[in-house]
């Protein structure tokens, strides 16, 4: 018996519809491709999240850094995210209090007297506090609270294993509060870089002073050498 051809077409067309609704059926109870979650996507969003360092805010900081000194640990706070420094030992710890007596001396006998601070915490803004291995201030700092950077005439780091820092982010942070002059004290390379003139986040003029020979103190006709 030959098949009826309007009933052949019928059946051709029901499983057509059948195999659209069930299509239409699949697209609709599958997310759109660009939401799927894959394992490959799930690893690189949590790959991205833990890279992305955690902020805070001054007062959120505070009790953390207590937290930490009290453990011997030493942070600062740069744009809101935690740094930790490593201990002045050694030829750091020379260095930095060889530094402070010269500066120190040598302010004694000006008319102004400003003064020179062993470890002068700087506030910039509400997210950055700033370590100063030795600061030379016009005001004195309250005893409560942080130094002001406007205040502050000389700021010194000596770097040992700092450099990045004292030359990336610390520099951007004084060049911009306006601090006049900066000195980094590259420990390992035995030269100091004199920074001067801050414009725009950084510093217009700079010199390289190698150890041993003189460096004149800002606001003075006086000099100092650091060996």
Request: charged share 25%.
């Amino acid at each position: 018996r030959m098949p009826d051809p309007l009933f052949a077409r019928q059946q051709s067309g029901a499983r057509r519809k059948f195999a659209s609704d069930a299509s239409l059926h699949t697209v609709v109870r599958r997310p759109p491709r660009r939401y799927r979650r894959t394992a490959m996507n799930d690893a690189t969003q949590i790959t991205m999240a833990a890279s992305l360092p955690a902020r805070f805010s001054m007062a959120e900081f505070m009790p953390i850094a207590a937290l930490a000194r009290s453990r011997g640990i030493n942070l600062e706070l740069s744009q809101g995210v935690l740094v930790r420094k490593s201990p002045a030992l050694g030829k750091h710890m020379r260095l930095q209090r060889e530094i402070f007596e010269a500066l120190a001396a040598v302010y004694f006998d000006t008319a102004h007297k400003p003064l020179v601070q062993f470890e002068l915490s700087l506030q910039f803004g509400d997210d950055t506090l700033r370590n100063v291995d030795v600061g030379v201030t016009r005001e004195v700092p309250p005893d409560e609270g942080f130094g002001d950077p406007a205040h502050v005439l000389l700021a010194v780091e000596v770097a040992l294993s700092t450099l990045n820092d004292d030359l990336g982010g610390k520099l951007r942070d004084y060049a911009s509060a306006g601090i006049p002059n900066y000195w980094v004290v590259d420990a390992t390379r035995n030269c100091t870089q004199v920074l001067t003139v801050p414009l725009d986040g950084d510093y217009a003029e700079r010199r390289l002073v190698p150890f041993g020979q003189t460096l004149l103190v800002p606001g003075t006709d006086r000099t100092i050498i650091i060996a």
